[in-house]
Structure formats: C-alpha cells, structure tokens
C-alpha cells in the first residue's frame, strides 16, 4: 500500500504555480514560539503582499512566494510550507484555505483539497486530483537559534 501511495504521489505536478523567491526567518526560538506552528491541526499564512499578519516584522529580505505561505505540521509535529496559490486556478489572489477539522487545504474556487499534512500537498479531490496538479513545497530547515528558515 506504501508503494503505491509513494508511485502516486511521484506523478504529481506540483510546478504548476509560478516561481517566487521565498524566504520567511522564524529562525529564532522567538519568532518561532510566536508565528510558528506547534501541533497538528495548527496553520499559518504568510503573505507579504498582504501584511498577513499583521504584526509579523517583514523586511526587504522577506519573500513569501507566489501567492503567500502556508504553514502546518506533518502528522510527528515536523513542520511543513506551501505556496497558497491553488495550482489548478494558478492566480497568486486565488488561495487554499486550511480546513483544521479535516486537516486537507481547499481552494474556495474550484473546490479541489489537498493533503497538506502528508504526502506533500497531494490532491485528494477536485479538479485539482483529476489533472494530479499538487501543491508548491517550500524548504523548511532549522535556524541555528531554535526556529526554521522557509526557502525555494
């Protein structure tokens, strides 16, 4: 069974966002405690363009992709990112929305989810899962003073 979520998971097109410099610094225990997530079901947007949120001190070296950041866990608590920008709408205003409850990412447009929690931002359902088009993952590392560094 493994092997053939693995093989799915392989042919999903996730290139299909444009790309967008991407680099967000949580990485001091801070920044972390205050904008990170901490356990499944939690989420966070970052999106420069929008001061989303509000407080978070962006700079000139902040980018937050193409559409902005979504930021959730992996089901053992290890941080994940993606691009909100729907794959399949492909527009930087056209973003998927964290459902906690179901812990899967939806685009209000054209209504395809994604697991955002496993498999990478695999889609599950919709268009999206029809044309196996999947969310664009970001690079998360561990900063040097106890929180992570989003990268391309």
């Known amino acids: 069974m493994a092997a053939a979520v693995l093989s799915a998971c392989s042919s999903v097109d ?5 790309v967008a ?4 610094d949580l990485g001091n225990q801070g920044y972390w405690d205050i904008y990170g ?5 939690q989420s966070r947007y970052f999106i420069k363009s929008d001061r989303v949120p509000s407080n978070f001190p962006y700079t000139a070296m902040t980018f937050t992709g193409y559409g ?3 930021l959730v ?19 930087p205003d056209i973003r998927v929305r964290y ?8 685009c209000p447009v054209c209504g395809s989810c994604y697991n955002v929690n496993e498999y990478n931002g695999s889609p599950v359902s919709g ?8 969310l664009r993952r970001y690079r998360v590392v561990p900063g040097a003073q106890g929180g992570y560094l989003i990268t391309f």
């Open 68 to 70: 902005g950041i979504l």
């Open 14 to 18: 996730d290139d299909r966002v444009p």
């Open 21 to 24: 410099n991407v680099y967000l």
């Open 73 to 91: 866990t992996d089901i053992s608590g290890y941080p994940l990112a993606y691009d909100l920008s729907c794959p399949v709408e492909a527009k």
């Open 37 to 41: 997530v901490h356990g499944l079901g």
């Open 127 to 134: 268009k999206a899962f029809d044309l196996k088009y999947g």
């Open 99 to 106: 459902l906690e409850d179901d812990l899967k990412a939806e």
